[in-house]
């Protein structure tokens, strides 16, 4: 399986993609970061994002795709924004009909590190020794996005299983 996680956000947004399966070494296939200035108006940022999840989804491939759940933080233009980016990577995955999950923060913390309320610095830990790569990828919203790919293909990817062999024990009953 190969997942795209989206680290949403109108300033920096995660992008990383993870190939494998339960029981069996993940591999990095590709990371990065879609940035916008806060200088130009929020559409145009929108439409920068756009444009480059369109162009990861097009070169990657991925079988589905998983965005970090926007919670409620304190500053409400914070929220806004990651929302709204948000909006754009599940338009994106949805036009060319691939499967969306969303993650919580926490869901994402525990399934890499094991503790729900884990910093960036053991999520970002975890991810290098998960994905065995020699460093820690930069910024966090890089390191974020790969977290996200891979509670997928663990938690996620599980859950398509036992629901594809449900449906195959139904259409067998028949």
Known sequence: MRVLGIDPG???CGLGVVEGSVGRPLTLVDVNVIRTS??????ERLVTIERGVD??????????????RVFARSDVSTVMGTAQASGIAMVCAARR??????HTP????AAVSGNGRADKTQVGAMVARI???EAVPRPADAADALALAITHIWRGGAQARIDAAV???GRSRR
């Open 10 to 12: 109108l300033t920096r």
């Open 38 to 43: 806060s200088d130009l108006p929020v559409p």
């Open 131 to 133: 994905l065995r790569l």
């Open 167 to 169: 449906a195959a024990a």
């Open 106 to 109: 926490s869901e994402v913390k």
């Open 55 to 68: 162009a990861w989804l097009d070169e990657h491939r991925p079988d589905a795709v998983a965005v970090e």
């Open 97 to 102: 009909g691939l499967p969306i999950a969303l």
